[in-house]
């Protein structure tokens, strides 16, 4: 089958929505090094809920981009880690994360610029 993302129905365009997010991107980030635990990347990824990550994280495995594994525990541990699929994503994602931090300075000096503009 041949998939065509510019179609209104085709179902990369959800994809495309779920791996484009912010979230995603960081928590792919995280994990290209090996397995992490939910906490810590609750704990690394400012900002982020633990609704929202565990949400995130549940999307993850579903697009077999994730594994997710418990121990027996109390309470349990829950580890997470990128499947196959899940980095090869990430070498895709891994230079627009790059790119943002390394242009941040110019993204802002634009932004400055058109606010300067649109003041007058």
């Known amino acids: 089958m041949k998939w065509n993302p510019y179609a209104a129905e085709c179902p990369t365009r959800q994809l495309l ?4 997010n912010k979230w995603v991107v960081l928590i792919l980030g995280l994990l290209v090094d090996g397995p992490k635990r939910f906490s810590v990347l609750k704990r690394e990824i400012d900002g982020i809920s633990q609704k929202m990550l565990s949400q995130t994280l549940r999307n993850l495995e579903h697009d077999g981009l994730l594994t997710r594994r418990a121990f027996p525990t109390v309470p349990v541990t829950v580890e997470y880690e990128l499947t ?4 090869s994503l990430n070498v895709a994602v891994d230079p627009l994360r790059k790119w943002a931090t390394g242009n941040m300075t110019k993204v802002f000096r634009a932004r400055e610029r058109v606010e300067c503009r649109t003041s007058e």
């Open 17 to 20: 929505d779920r791996i484009s």
């Open 84 to 87: 196959p699929l899940g980095q």
